[in-house]
Every structure is written in structure tokens, then in C-alpha cells.
């Protein structure tokens, strides 16, 4: 009997990446790029749509990155071409806002627009984008782009890469992503795909902006992601449904953020039947956070798997983001050696991701692989996950 099938999603060669893209920006253009510039995806490990609620988070970045060739021009055309899609995109400097790209260079537009409108300007621009990041895989591929692409301007426009300026290329790669591409997301993709440090998760405060480097040091035990390959599109409006219901909660509770109330029992009483599953995940998911980054720092595995399961139930069950293929994942990586999992990102799709004793993940892969096959759904895209650095120029 065959064995089944998955993909190995590959990051690549950052430095031989980077090479052949420069060599593709050539053809397409005839000059040579005025750099290569990266930003990577990332999984979340715990800390799930609580972004917009001024919550905690303990995302890491991937090896698996997007990488942006930009080239300034002499006149006041952007042009933007991906080796991933199909016919490249053209517009001009003043028609770059909300309402006036759509699709996916609309993520692109939007950054070069969101620098403009903070004074950081370079004039026309060519674009040549290679993205490692699964569309669609809640791996935040659109982050990747925005982050790569505004750390090109950025430095192009003769401002150096350092902390604080990234903390001015997450904003206006929010703006892109809210105002032009339409995903009303909260932060959390494009601070991590700056501030990613090898070797480490973030953690991140969502009200204060303050950021901690965790380290991940767990010996023995591997992070397994799964891209179910079930479609994730944070424009469609399911996103944007459980953000409402939040903010009219708070709004009920007279607090500016769910982050700020202070006797969950007594909020949970307060707000209508609507609104109160998703009070109870956005609560209980904020205590997971600190729980988890304390099992992390103390190489707990079985209390920080303990914590992936409870995350991924309250997920389902009360904020109702999860789908039948993200609960398959779970549910058969546990049965296969799996210390935890929980689906990742924003839901309705995407990503799963394991906590997996090194000499059980074939066991898992195979596992999941099998299960999906069982139900006629395509095969699945795996890769092991270990901290990357964030945004970064490599040419």
C-alpha cells in the first residue's frame, strides 16, 4: 500500500534567493536592483485574536520569507511583478490609496502609499516579489510582503533599518493591510516579521507595544506546521464579524479594549448571549499567554501542549474560527504522539501547528497525511518550524 502523500513546504536559501531574484529583476528590467530586501511569515504560538484587543501574544518568524528586488525609477510609475502570480501591476505614485488597488498588489500600493503619508518617500519604484510563504496558509504570506517591501523603501529613501524606525514600517504596513488591502488585522504579523530574532519567540503587548525576546529551547521536541490547504482569506468578512463583536462588547463593558477588563466573571454576565463566547476566548486566551511563556521558559512541554489544546478548543468552540481540517490536524497529531496542537493565524482555514517529540514527527506527518487522504481532501504542506531573524536587506 502506498504511503501517503504531504508536501515539505522548502524556505530555501536566503542568500541564493536573494541572487536569483536580483537576476530576475535584470530580465524584467534591464538594470540592476538597488537591493533585495526579506521579511519573513510567521506562526503564532499562542495568543489568537486578541491583537485587536490589546492582548498578548507569542508569535516567532519563519525561515520561510518573502524577498522583494526594488529598483527606484525616474519617474512616478510603481511597478510591481511576483513570481508567484500572473500579470504584473502598474500604477502611479498618487493612485496608490485606499480604494484604489485591489488583489494582491494592493499589499504593495498600500505600503509605498502608508510612507508617503509619513514623509518617507523614494519616487517611482520597480518591484520583483518571490514569496516562500504558502498563500493562504495563515502563515501571514501578506505581512512578509508588506514588511519586505517597506524596509526597501525605507532604506531607499536614505533612513536606517533599526528599532525604532521598525516600529513606523509596522504602522504603515497596518495601514496597507486595514486601509488599502481591505484585512482589518491588528499588528501582530507585521511586528513580529520586524522584530523575528533567530532562535527566540516574541513576546508581544498588544496595548503597550512592548516586546520581550523568549527563547525557544525546547530540546527534543520539534514544531510541526501544517497548511491544510483549506483557503484563508481575512477579507471575507468572517474576520471582521468576531473584531465587531469585540468591539461592541468592550464598548457594552465601557472599556476601550477587552485587554482592559479586570473581573472577566463579572464582563461575562454583563454582555448579551452574541458577544459572550467571544469575551470568554479573548480573556481566557490572554491568561493562556502568560501561562505559555512561563511553560516555555521553564521547558514545561507537557503544560505548554496542555496550553496548545486549550487555545485550540476555545478557538473553536467559543470564537468559532476553526474548520473541520484544522480540528483533524489536532486532533490527530495528539493521537500520534502530539504533546499539543492548535490551528494557527486567523482561521476559517490555514494553518495547524504541533508540539511534536523529535522521533514522533514522521509518525505525525504520516498520521495527518493519511487522515486527510482518508477524506479525499488534497494533500497537506508540512514544514518544521524554528525561529528566524525579522526584516532584514541581503543584497
Same mark, same amino acid.
Given at each position: 500500500?502506498?504511503?501517503?502523500?504531504?508536501?515539505?513546504?522548502?524556505a530555501?536559501?536566503?542568500?541564493?534567493? =536573494?541572487?536569483?531574484?536580483?537576476d530576475?529583476?535584470?530580465?524584467?528590467?534591464?538594470?540592476? &536592483?538597488?537591493?533585495?530586501?526579506?521579511?519573513? /511569515?510567521?506562526?503564532?504560538?499562542? /495568543?489568537?485574536?486578541v491583537?485587536?484587543?490589546? @492582548?498578548l501574544?507569542?508569535?516567532?518568524?519563519?525561515p520561510?520569507?518573502?524577498?522583494? =528586488?526594488?529598483?527606484r525609477?525616474?519617474?512616478?510609475? !510603481?511597478?510591481?511583478?511576483?513570481?508567484?502570480?500572473?500579470? #504584473?501591476?502598474?500604477?502611479?505614485?498618487?493612485?496608490?490609496?485606499?480604494?484604489?488597488?485591489?488583489?494582491?498588489?494592493?499589499?504593495?500600493?498600500?505600503?509605498?502609499?502608508?510612507?508617503?503619508?509619513?514623509?518617507?518617500?523614494? /519616487? @517611482?519604484?520597480?518591484?520583483?516579489?518571490?514569496?516562500?510563504?504558502?498563500?493562504?496558509?495563515?502563515?501571514?504570506?501578506?505581512?512578509?510582503?508588506?514588511?519586505?517591501?517597506?524596509?526597501?523603501?525605507?532604506?531607499?529613501?536614505?533612513? &536606517?533599518?533599526?528599532?525604532?524606525?521598525?516600529?513606523?514600517?509596522?504602522? *504603515?504596513?497596518?495601514?496597507?493591510?486595514n486601509?488599502?488591502?481591505?484585512?482589518?488585522? @491588528?499588528?501582530?504579523?507585521?511586528?513580529?516579521?520586524?522584530?523575528?530574532?533567530? %532562535?527566540?519567540?516574541?513576546?508581544?503587548?498588544?496595548?503597550?507595544?512592548?516586546?520581550?525576546?523568549?527563547?525557544?529551547?525546547?530540546?527534543?521536541?520539534?514544531?510541526?506546521?501544517?497548511?491544510?490547504?483549506?483557503?484563508?482569506?481575512?477579507?471575507?468578512?468572517?474576520?471582521?464579524?468576531?473584531?465587531?463583536?469585540c468591539?461592541?462588547?468592550?464598548?457594552?463593558l465601557? !472599556?476601550?479594549?477587552?485587554?482592559?477588563?479586570?473581573?472577566?466573571? *463579572?464582563?461575562?454576565? =454583563?454582555?448579551?448571549?452574541?458577544?459572550?463566547?467571544?469575551?470568554?476566548?479573548?480573556?481566557?486566551?490572554?491568561e493562556?499567554?502568560?501561562?505559555?511563556?512561563?511553560?516555555?521558559?521553564?521547558?514545561?512541554?507537557?503544560?505548554?501542549?496542555?496550553? $496548545?489544546?486549550?487555545?485550540?478548543?476555545?478557538?473553536?468552540?467559543?470564537?468559532?474560527?476553526?474548520?473541520e481540517e484544522?480540528?483533524?490536524? !489536532?486532533?490527530?497529531? !495528539?493521537?500520534?504522539?502530539?504533546l499539543?496542537?492548535?490551528?494557527? /493565524?486567523? %482561521?476559517?482555514? @490555514?494553518?495547524?501547528?504541533?508540539?511534536?517529540?523529535?522521533?514522533?514527527?514522521?509518525?505525525?506527518?504520516?498520521?495527518?497525511? =493519511?487522515? $486527510?487522504?482518508?477524506?479525499?481532501?488534497?494533500? #497537506?504542506?508540512?514544514?518544521?518550524?524554528?525561529?528566524? &531573524?525579522?526584516?532584514?536587506?541581503?543584497?
Amino acid at each position: 500500500m502506498p504511503q501517503p502523500h504531504f508536501d515539505l513546504l522548502d524556505a530555501g536559501d536566503p542568500a541564493a534567493l =536573494a541572487a536569483a531574484l536580483a537576476d530576475r529583476f535584470r530580465a524584467v528590467h534591464d538594470r540592476d &536592483p538597488d537591493g533585495v530586501w526579506v521579511a519573513p /511569515g510567521r506562526v503564532n504560538l499562542i /495568543g489568537e485574536h486578541v491583537d485587536y484587543n490589546g @492582548g498578548l501574544c507569542l508569535p516567532m518568524a519563519l525561515p520561510h520569507a518573502t524577498y522583494a =528586488a526594488v529598483g527606484r525609477r525616474d519617474d512616478d510609475l !510603481v511597478t510591481v511583478t511576483s513570481l508567484q502570480q500572473g500579470s #504584473p501591476w502598474t500604477g502611479t505614485l498618487d493612485t496608490l490609496g485606499p480604494g484604489e488597488v485591489t488583489g494582491w498588489p494592493s499589499y504593495v500600493a498600500g505600503v509605498v502609499w502608508a510612507l508617503r503619508e509619513q514623509g518617507t518617500g523614494t /519616487g @517611482g519604484l520597480d518591484v520583483v516579489v518571490d514569496s516562500r510563504v504558502p498563500v493562504g496558509a495563515g502563515l501571514s504570506s501578506s505581512a512578509a510582503l508588506e514588511c519586505s517591501v517597506a524596509a526597501a523603501v525605507l532604506e531607499l529613501a536614505g533612513e &536606517p533599518l533599526d528599532d525604532d524606525s521598525r516600529m513606523r514600517l509596522v504602522g *504603515a504596513s497596518m495601514r496597507a493591510e486595514n486601509e488599502v488591502a481591505g484585512a482589518a488585522t @491588528g499588528g501582530l504579523d507585521q511586528t513580529i516579521a520586524m522584530y523575528g530574532e533567530t %532562535g527566540h519567540a516574541l513576546l508581544l503587548d498588544c496595548r503597550s507595544w512592548a516586546r520581550r525576546q523568549v527563547p525557544w529551547a525546547l530540546d527534543g521536541v520539534d514544531l510541526l506546521v501544517v497548511d491544510t490547504r483549506a483557503t484563508h482569506d481575512l477579507s471575507d468578512g468572517g474576520y471582521e464579524s468576531r473584531r465587531r463583536d469585540c468591539e461592541r462588547a468592550a464598548a457594552a463593558l465601557g !472599556v476601550e479594549t477587552l485587554r482592559d477588563v479586570r473581573d472577566a466573571e *463579572a464582563a461575562l454576565a =454583563a454582555v448579551g448571549d452574541a458577544e459572550r463566547p467571544r469575551v470568554r476566548h479573548v480573556l481566557s486566551e490572554i491568561e493562556r499567554v502568560r501561562v505559555a511563556v512561563d511553560q516555555l521558559e521553564a521547558g514545561d512541554l507537557t503544560g505548554l501542549g496542555a496550553s $496548545f489544546l486549550a487555545s485550540h478548543a476555545s478557538l473553536r468552540d467559543d470564537y468559532e474560527v476553526s474548520c473541520e481540517e484544522l480540528d483533524v490536524v !489536532v486532533q490527530t497529531a !495528539v493521537a500520534a504522539g502530539a504533546l499539543g496542537a492548535r490551528m494557527t /493565524g486567523g %482561521g476559517f482555514g @490555514g494553518s495547524a501547528i504541533a508540539l511534536v517529540p523529535h522521533d514522533k514527527v514522521p509518525d505525525v506527518e504520516l498520521a495527518v497525511a =493519511a487522515a $486527510f487522504a482518508e477524506r479525499g481532501w488534497p494533500a #497537506p504542506g508540512m514544514l518544521t518550524a524554528t525561529p528566524g &531573524p525579522g526584516a532584514r536587506r541581503l543584497l
